[in-house]
């Protein structure tokens, strides 16, 4: 987990999602991804989420 960045809560709330996208400007495509609740040393609460798998097209259209 990057610095700076700790569990939101104990025990700690996860997150999974499924999203498939029928249709885009590359096609279709679905993805996967999973996270943990992290809070900042400011109180800012988010998700942490390492990383996110996508099928062929989805990789094409996310890859920075």
Do not use: D, R
């Not at 700076?4 to 885009?24: C, D, M, T």
């Not at 609740?37 to 920075?64: D, L, R």
């Amino acid at each position: 987990m990057p610095n700076g960045l700790v569990p939101s809560a104990n025990p700690a709330i996860a997150i999974v999602g499924v999203a498939s996208y029928p249709s885009s400007t590359v096609g279709s495509y679905v993805e996967c991804y999973s996270g943990i609740q992290v809070s900042k040393s400011g109180g800012q609460i988010g998700f942490y989420i390492p990383y996110m798998y996508v099928t062929t097209n989805g990789a094409i259209a996310h890859s920075w």
